[in-house]
């Protein structure tokens, strides 16, 4: 990602901006001295920049949250070669951070690559969250707050009361229909209010081990593969874009996820089954 023009300085003040307003809201928030170390999955496409940037407002939350133990996962996707040169220098720069990096081949895909930094990582409690600022780092210790309080898995949701959600009315109404379609198609969507959701964190209870589905949605997959989680939401902050496009002015993926959908269903539908069996032979 190579920043020559005054657009591209401009760009530049805004996430500085942004990630001092971020560690700003940070600092205010203290973890709960009951957390556990957790390990925090960041999937990277051609986004090294804002990763950095992320990376930044995480080294400079409060002394608390390094309190805790915890690893950063980076699992990289990226073709552009800057971005690749960034992504290596990572680990010199950020030092203080338990940090690893896998790289994946192009193509590999969202879903596959989030179930690989799941299985790569050391601590039983893990969080994933996307890299292009879109997700707050302050809202960590809001899943992780409530995954303390006995649930397996904890959605960060735009859409529940308290949340913000920095998107324009044509994303609202892509999410909002995105949303109403899956709660259709899968049984157990009906209970979230946000069912496509990148931000999530899971408990030791929760098992990635992933099949041949390729797709974006994981928080999907891990639900269709997990029949019976006990599952909370808490409202998120969900920034507008600031650099890049979103997939959903992407005509390929708006084709495919209704496809993609209707696999988690039968999956959802085999895994449950094999839940039931499962049942009546061990009563």
């Excluded at 133990?69 to 980076?74: L, S």
């Excluded at 596959?112 to 890299?131: F, N, Q, R």
């Excluded at 098992?207 to 939401?233: H, Y």
Aim: net charge positive.
């Amino acid at each position: 990602m190579v920043f020559n023009n005054s657009k591209d300085h401009h760009l530049i003040d805004s996430l500085q901006s942004y990630a001092n307003l971020e560690i700003n809201l940070a600092s205010q928030r203290s973890p709960s001295e009951y957390l556990r170390p957790f390990s925090l999955i960041l999937p990277c496409k051609n986004d090294a920049y804002l990763l950095e940037k992320l990376l930044h407002i995480i080294e400079n939350l409060d002394n608390e949250f390094f309190s805790k133990k915890f690893e950063v996962i980076i699992i990289d996707e990226s073709t552009d070669q800057k971005s690749i040169e960034i992504i290596d220098k990572l680990p010199l720069i950020f030092s203080n951070l338990n940090m690893k990096i896998t790289r994946v081949p192009p193509g590999t895909g969202l879903l596959t690559s989030e179930l690989i930094g799941l299985k790569a990582a050391m601590y039983p409690w893990k969080v994933v969250m996307d890299c292009d600022l879109q997700h707050s780092p302050k809202d960590i210790f809001k899943l992780l707050e409530k995954l303390n309080s006995q649930a397996d898995l904890v959605v960060g949701s735009r859409f529940l009361d308290g949340s913000d959600f920095q998107l324009s009315i044509f994303r609202r109404v892509v999410s909002i229909l995105a949303n109403a379609y899956v709660k259709i198609i899968l049984p157990f969507a009906i209970y979230l209010t946000d069912t496509t959701s990148g931000f999530f964190a899971i408990s030791e209870k929760v098992s990635v081990e992933n099949v041949q589905i390729k797709g974006s949605k994981t928080l999907l997959f891990i639900i269709s593969k997990n029949p019976g989680l006990k599952i909370a939401e808490v409202p998120i902050t969900f920034n507008r874009r600031i650099y890049g496009k979103s997939k959903l002015f992407n005509p390929l993926y708006l084709m495919r996820f209704p496809l993609e959908i209707y696999e988690y269903r039968k999956y959802y539908l085999k895994c449950k089954k094999g839940d039931s069996k499962k049942s009546l032979d061990n009563p």
